[in-house]
C-alpha cells in the first residue's frame, strides 16, 4: 500500500512537472525524483518480502492495510513538507526575500 | 530494521562528488564557450543525490514509524535486542539492492539524455552545414 501511495504520487507530480516544463522554479523535478527514489527503495523491499514470504506477502489484514494507508499518506505528506522548505530556501520568485526585506518584487 | 542506511551512505558519497566535479566544471566553462548547450555531469549527479536523499529520507521516516529507529542511544532497535548480523545481512540484501537499482535506473536517464544530446548536435551540425 505504502508503496502505491508513493507510486502514485511520483507519477502525479512527473505529469504536472512535464506539464510546466521547461520551467524548473517551483522545484517539482525535486519532489517527482524524491518519490521516485522512495518507490524504487520500496520495490526493492517488496520483492525482498515476496522472495523471504512467498504470496502471503500481499494477504494483509485490514488493520495492517489501514496502518500501511496512514503511512503511505504521511510518507506523501512530509516529502511535500521537504519539498516547501526547499522552495522556501530557494524562493525563486523572491516572495521570502521581499517580505523579510520589505520591498516590492519587480 | 536499517536497510536505509545503505542508499544514504552513497547520497553522502555522491553529493561530496557532485560539489568537487561543480567546481571543477566552474573553471571549465570559463575556459571553454560550446555552441550546442547540454546538461552539465554534475546536474545530473545531481539526479541520483535527489533519489537518494529523498528515497533514504522517506525510508528512514518509515522505520521511525515502525519502531525500527529509535530517538534514544543506539537508534536502531536491531543493536538494541542484540539482532546485528540480522540487521547487517538485511543491509547487505535489501540496502545494496536499493542503492544498486537506484544507480541503475540513473544509469537509464544519463544513457537518454546522452542519446538526445548527440541528437541535438546532429541536428545543429546539419543545419549549419546548409
Known sequence: MTL??????????????YKNAPDTSMQLGTLSL?????????????????????????????AEMLNDLYLGLSVVALGLIIWLV??????????IRSLITGTNRQ | MACFLVPASEAVITTVAEKIIRSKEKNDDSNNASSVPKVRFSDKL??????LWGGSALLAFEHIWHGEVIPVFPFLTA???GETGEMLAEMGTAGVGMAVLVTLIWGGMLAASHVIENRKVDISSEEAGQ
Do not use: C
Open chain 1, 34 to 62: 524524491m518519490f521516485w527514489g522512495a518507490s524504487i527503495m520500496w520495490f526493492v523491499d517488496a520483492v525482498v518480502g515476496y522472495m523471504e514470504e512467498g504470496a502471503s506477502f500481499f494477504m494483509q489484514d485490514a
Open chain 1, 4 to 17: 502505491l501511495i508513493t507510486v502514485f504520487a511520483a507519477v502525479t507530480v512527473t505529469i504536472i512537472w
Open chain 2, 79 to 81: 543493536v538494541q535486542n
Open chain 2, 46 to 51: 545531481g539526479w541520483l543525490n535527489k533519489m
Open chain 1, 86 to 95: 526547499i522552495l522556501m530556501i530557494k524562493d525563486p520568485h523572491r516572495v
